[in-house]
């Protein structure tokens, strides 16, 4: 069982809708992701928060906004969006750098939200 | 600059056989962590194995063990005795020290044949 939750695990939305992914974490970490993966190609890093705070944004338009409640919680909040913007959406989280060792540490991903916008 | 590289975009394997999935990478920190992940056609990125900079011995993790040739700046998983279920995208990932941040591969899609 994936210690990384995520949902809904399917989105079909409209361009005009308003919607929001969850994931939820109960590994003790400190930072938490997001990445987008189109079919057959690595996961693009799209936000990374680090003990709550937005520590990455990868030049991600601002139809995409992300929201880190809580060390174990993170949102993603889609509006507007476009057909492209269709894909797998992968949350994941790891110790957070800047300790001794946190090279060390792995991504721990959720399953994923597949998200089809029509 | 690239930071991980696998040039091998599709790979077959007969099952039963041993497998190489290359891994090169580039990085002037010395301390940094090399990581496996597979993903099934179903979308899920497994965490395979692990290994860091400073091990003195390639990390193994069941059917699983890496290759670490650090002057090289290579990290290859093999797979002994490859099974079915093993038919999935293998992407092979980097962090270094101070940032959260993973660098990935472009990835091998690798195929058992029974």
């Known amino acids: 069982d994936t210690e990384v939750t995520q949902t809904p695990k399917h989105l079909v939305m409209g361009m005009t809708n308003k919607k929001s992914l969850k994931c939820e974490q109960h590994?003790?970490?400190?930072?938490m992701y997001w990445y987008k993966q189109k079919a057959k190609k690595p996961p693009e890093l799209m936000f990374v928060y680090s003990y709550e705070k937005l520590s990455i944004n990868e030049s991600v338009p601002s139809r995409f906004s992300p929201e880190c409640p809580n060390s174990s919680l993170l949102n993603l909040h889609l509006h507007a969006l476009q057909p492209e913007d269709s894909a797998l959406y992968l949350c994941?989280?790891?110790?957070?750098?800047?300790?001794?060792?946190?090279?060390?540490?792995?991504?721990?991903f959720g399953n994923g939200t597949r998200l089809t916008v029509t | 600059a690239q930071k991980i590289t696998q040039t091998q975009p599709g790979m077959f394997v007969q099952e039963k056989e041993a497998v190489t999935l290359d891994c090169t990478y580039d990085t002037s920190d010395p301390s940094y962590g090399l990581f496996w992940y597979k993903q099934p056609s179903s979308g899920e990125m497994i965490f395979l194995i692990y290994?860091?900079?400073?091990?003195?011995q390639n990390a193994t993790e069941g059917r699983y063990s890496l290759n670490f040739q650090k002057a090289r700046k290579s990290a290859n998983l093999v797979i002994s005795a490859s099974q079915l279920g093993d038919s999935a995208m293998y992407f092979c990932?980097?962090?270094?020290?101070?940032?959260?941040?993973?660098?990935f591969g472009s990835g091998t899609k690798l195929n058992v044949k029974p």
């Open positions: 290994q860091g900079s400073y091990d003195q």
């Open positions: 994941a989280s790891s110790q957070a750098s800047g300790g001794l060792s946190s090279y060390n540490s792995p991504l721990h």
């Open positions: 990932a980097m962090r270094d020290r101070n940032f959260n941040k993973f660098y």
């Open positions: 590994m003790g970490h400190r930072a």
